[in-house]
Each structure stands twice: as C-alpha cells, then as structure tokens.
C-alpha cells in the first residue's frame, strides 16, 4: 500500500507565503513524477506544479514566478513554496505521485493525497 501524505496548509493574508509538504510511504519501487493540484469550490482540478525525475519542473501559468516545487528523492517526499499568494489561489491542494509498486514495478499509477486547504484571505 502507498500513501501520501500532506501537510502546511492554511490560513494565510495576500502577499504571505506558505509551504506545502507531502510525503510519500508503503511500497514504493520507483517514483515517475510527484506534483500539486488544486480544487476551487465549483472548479476543476487542476495542475499547479510537477517535478519530474531526472529534474524538469512544469508550472500553470498563473503561479510562474511565484511558487517553487523542489523534491527530496531519498525521503520521497515533494514541497511547494507559495510565495506573494493571491485570493485566487485558495483552494484544496492535492499531491499526486506516479510511480510504480514493489508488486508490479513496471506498472505506474496515479495516486493522490488527502488534500489540504489553502486559503489566502485578509
């Protein structure tokens, strides 16, 4: 079983920073890619940031320049600093990792964390 785990949301004013943590566990054989997706109320899920192995990085236009996704390979774990965040950027904020398990280590799948909230408001 593998699971991911999140964590750092919250509350925050515009033009604060904050930084989302998720980590993932269980029978791990190879992680493709970890990434962040984000969930408005009435919106689709949709990509924020993904760190890809071998180092490239794919950011939506709307959080270029100001968030930075960054992954620790030996603790399997995936990080998003937000900094300068904006109203719009309230949302749920789900990890998501595609990688492949002990039992079939050349299938990959998607798996998602729980999700945190993220609320930017004054």
């Known amino acids: 079983q593998v699971q991911l785990v999140e964590s750092g949301g919250g509350l925050v004013q515009p033009g604060g920073s904050l930084r989302l943590s998720c980590a993932a566990s269980g029978s791990i054989f190879n992680i493709r890619a970890m990434g962040w997706y984000r969930q408005a109320p009435g919106k689709q899920r949709e990509l924020v940031a993904v760190?890809?192995?071998?180092?490239?990085?794919n950011y939506a236009d709307s959080v270029k320049g100001r968030f930075t996704i960054s992954r620790d390979v030996v603790k399997n774990t995936v990080y998003l600093q937000m900094n300068s965040l904006k109203p719009e950027d309230t949302a749920v904020y789900y990890c998501?990792?595609?990688?492949?398990?002990?039992?079939?280590?050349?299938?990959?799948?998607?798996?998602w964390g729980q999700g945190t909230q993220v609320t930017v408001s004054s």
């Open positions: 760190s890809i192995s071998g180092g490239s990085t």
């Open positions: 998501n990792a595609v990688l492949s398990e002990l039992s079939s280590r050349n299938v990959y799948k998607n798996f």
